[in-house]
């Protein structure tokens, strides 16, 4: 029983590993690819002269596409890929529902109707994100305030609230897209649905980045209580554990993150609901295994798929229609082997 435990842990310690491994390989490729190429070697050293001493060999155009416009992009995916990729799995966890996404409780929506009223307000790209991750977390506190006004605070009740609440961003979005201006702000707003990381900024880093790692931290550390909540809450209050106090306090960690992920890239779907899913299918159902895998593996697809958008064609395809294409047929792939075990 010892080895096979000690077999386990191994396995499990060079899973994360490879994926770290894996992560900074695609991070690499990430600044060398694009329009303009630059070489592994010259990127490595690009880095590194901001903390060593580096004969200069790279001219000051690749140093400047490297610092200015693809690493804080390339930090932007890391971020909104392990944000979406653990909110999801911290979802699915709380909810006990494998088909959980990260915009259940309406955030996402929410998010894109504050955004979409600062497009329309011609507001700067900073006031377009602080509007989304503000009227995110708005969303997100009324479906949760719902249940409490109508004294039911169930897990049904509160899906249904995230239900009734994205359907009524939905409605707003729908206002909103009507009376704007088709050639200008229909087209912005549209774009931004889409999800894309085109304007992503140090500034937008140095803002939202705090959030989703304080978030991140949080639901890491709590990974072994959605074990707990997973087994039901009578077994979970059997455990001493407080299981609204930490199911809310847990949610809340989630929504924030899928407030910050969608102010900074815009709505990008799919990535919540199938990573999660590759994650534990790697490492088994247990959270505090499948949590560190599920934000490495958002991280690695989401810096992958921001590749790919910018470099398979000249004109920047939104990431949306790439987790979509991708996401979509390895999901119905993960269903079908579901039912293979369990027939």
Not at 71 to 96: C, H, T
Not at 97 to 117: E, R
Not at 315 to 340: D, H
Request: net charge positive.
């Amino acid at each position: 029983m010892k080895d096979n435990k000690k077999h386990k842990k191994a396995e499990y310690g060079i899973l994360i590993t490879g994926l770290i491994i894996l992560l900074a390989a695609t991070c690499v490729i990430a600044l060398c690819a694009g329009q303009y190429s630059v070489s592994v070697p010259e990127v490595i050293k690009i880095l590194a002269s901001r903390f060593v001493n580096v004969t200069k060999t790279w001219s000051n155009t690749a140093e400047g596409v490297v610092f200015t416009l693809r690493l804080p992009r390339m930090i932007g995916a890391v971020l909104v890929g392990s944000a979406l990729s653990l909110s999801g799995a911290a979802y699915q966890g709380v909810f006990k529902n494998p088909l959980v996404a990260p915009d259940l409780l309406g955030v996402s929506s929410g998010a894109c109707v504050g955004a979409s009223v600062a497009i329309l307000l011609h507001l700067n790209s900073f006031g377009v994100q602080a509007m989304a991750f503000v009227a995110g977390v708005l969303a997100g506190g009324l479906t949760l305030f719902i249940p409490r006004l109508i004294k039911n605070t169930n897990m049904t009740m509160l899906v249904l609230s995230g239900i009734i609440v994205k359907g009524i961003m939905d409605s707003v979005m729908g206002i909103i897209k009507y009376v704007a201006d088709p050639e200008t702000e229909l087209q912005s707003i549209t774009y931004w649905q889409l999800g894309s990381l085109t304007k992503v900024l140090p500034r937008d880093l140095f803002t939202v980045g705090p959030v989703i790692i304080a978030a991140s931290v949080i639901i890491f550390l709590l990974r072994w209580r959605i074990n707990i909540l997973s087994l039901g809450d009578r077994e979970a209050k059997t455990l001493g554990v407080s299981v609204t106090v930490v199911r809310n306090f847990i949610i809340i960690c989630a929504t924030l993150l899928t407030a910050s992920a969608v102010c900074i890239s815009g709505t990008i779907g799919w990535i919540g609901l199938v990573i999660p899913h590759f994650a534990r299918m790697l490492t088994g159902p247990d959270n505090t295994k499948a949590i560190p895998a599920s934000i490495l593996i958002g991280a690695i697809f989401m810096v992958a798929i921001d590749t790919l958008a910018r470099a398979l064609t000249s004109v920047e395809l939104p990431l949306s229609i790439l987790t979509g294409i991708i996401g979509a047929p390895f999901y119905i792939i993960i269903l079908a082997r579901q039912r293979m075990k369990l027939s």
